[in-house]
C-alpha cells in the first residue's frame, strides 16, 4: 500500500455544478483530506458534500492580516497532511493556477519535499468573462494585469487591445491586510488610465455568476466614474479597446519582400479576414 | 449534502431545468423536502437567503493573489518583496 503522501490542486470552475471537471470532482471524492478555497458559502457548501473531510481556508483570512501569512498558512496546512502520508487534495474556485498563489507555492513546495504534486485545471474567470462578455482574445489582443501590480510599476500598455485588470477592487493596497480601497485610490487608477484612454470611455465591472440561479455582473460606465463604483472583491475591470490597431508598415514591408517564400505556403496558412461585428459594442466609445 | 445544494447542482449541470416553468420548477423545489426558508429561497432565486437558511452566512474572501509576484531582478527589495524567489533554480539573482 502507497503510504507516501501526495498533492493535487483542483479547479471547481466558477459555478456550482456547471463548470467542475470529471478528474477535478474524483481527486475531491477520493481524497483523504480536502482544504476548500471557494468564493461563495453555498459552493462551499457543495463541494464539502464531495467528501467526509472537507477542510475550509478561509478562518485563516482576516481583516487586519498580511494576506501573504494567509497564503502561506494555507500552503502549510496542505504540507503538514502530505507530510503524514495523506492524499491531499487543495480545491480552489475557478483554476487553480490563475490568480492563485497558494497552489502553485504547495506544488512547488510539495516537489522539493520529494512528494508527488499536481495541478489540474479549471474553468476560470477570465473564461466566463469571454463567454459572458462575447470576447474573443484574439480578435484585438488581451492584457491582463492585477490592478495593484498595474498601478505599482511601470507597465507599457496598448489601447487598441482589450486591457483587463483583476482585483480592482483592492486596486492600490500595497498593505495585503485590508479587503477594499478606498475611492482616492481608484481616482490614482482613473488618473493612470487617462494617460491611454479618455475618461468618457465605457468600462465595465464584471463579476461571473458562482450559482445557476444568479447572473454575472456586467456593468458599463464611463471611467471617470469608476471612483463612485461599487468594486468588490470578485470584480473585474474589463477595458474595451479605445482605438483601432495601427497598421506596422515597416514589418509589413519587410514581409512583402519576404513574398515569393509565402505564395510557396499551403493555402490553408492564408490570413483569414478577421471577425470583428461582436465587439463593436464594446470599443471605440 | 443537503437537498437544497442537490437541486442547486442539478440547475448546474442541466440547463434544461433553468428553463422549465415557474410552475414546473416549483414543482420540483415541493417534492425536495426542505423547510419553509429554504424552499422560499430557491422559489425567489434568493442566494443570500438560501445561505441563511442553511446557516451558512459567513463572509467569504475569493482573493488568492498578491501584487508584486513577478521576477524583476531591478526590484529594490522593500515591503512587497515577493514570496517567492525570482529565479526558476531558486537562486536569488546577483546583484551588481
Known sequence: ?285 | MSNAIRFLESLGQNPALSRLPAEQLQEMIDSLELTGNESDALRRQDAVALADALEKRAPLFCILWEPGQEPSPLDTPDDTEPLRDPTPDGDAPEEE
Open chain 1, 1 to 285: 500500500m502507497d503510504v507516501r503522501g501526495s498533492l493535487v490542486c483542483v479547479g471547481t470552475g466558477m459555478m456550482l455544478g456547471a463548470h467542475i471537471g470529471p478528474r477535478a470532482r474524483g481527486h475531491i471524492e477520493q481524497a483523504d483530506v480536502v482544504f476548500l478555497a471557494v468564493s461563495d458559502p453555498l459552493v462551499e457548501l457543495w463541494v464539502q458534500g464531495m467528501n467526509a473531510d472537507v477542510r475550509s481556508l478561509q478562518p485563516l483570512y482576516a481583516e487586519g492580516k498580511s494576506r501573504r501569512d494567509t497564503y502561506g498558512e494555507m500552503v502549510e496546512s496542505m504540507l503538514v497532511e502530505v507530510r503524514a502520508g495523506k492524499h491531499v487534495c487543495g480545491a480552489f474556485y475557478g483554476h487553480p493556477g490563475v490568480f492563485a498563489l497558494a497552489p502553485h507555492l504547495a506544488i512547488e513546495q510539495a516537489r522539493e519535499e520529494g512528494f508527488d504534486a499536481s495541478m489540474e485545471p479549471g474553468i476560470s474567470a477570465e473564461d466566463c468573462l469571454y463567454a459572458d462578455l462575447g470576447i474573443d482574445p484574439g480578435t484585438y489582443g488581451c492584457q491582463h494585469y492585477e490592478a495593484s501590480q498595474f498601478m505599482l510599476y511601470q507597465r507599457r500598455i496598448d489601447p487598441s487591445a482589450y486591457l483587463i485588470l483583476w482585483q480592482v477592487g483592492l486596486a492600490g493596497d500595497r498593505s495585503l491586510r485590508r479587503f477594499s480601497t478606498s475611492s482616492a485610490e481608484r481616482q490614482l487608477l482613473v488618473d493612470l488610465l487617462a494617460q491611454d484612454y479618455p475618461l468618457n470611455h465605457h468600462v465595465i465591472a464584471y463579476e461571473a455568476a458562482t450559482l445557476p440561479i444568479t447572473k454575472p455582473r456586467q456593468e458599463r460606465f464611463p471611467l471617470s466614474a469608476l471612483p463612485m463604483m461599487e468594486l468588490n472583491l470578485q470584480t473585474t475591470l474589463v477595458v474595451p479597446p479605445a482605438c483601432p490597431m495601427q497598421p506596422n508598415r515597416d514589418l509589413r514591408q519587410k514581409l512583402e519582400l519576404l513574398g515569393t517564400v509565402a505564395n510557396r505556403a499551403p493555402a490553408s496558412f492564408h490570413h483569414q479576414p478577421q471577425r470583428t461585428h461582436h465587439v463593436k459594442r464594446n470599443t471605440f466609445s
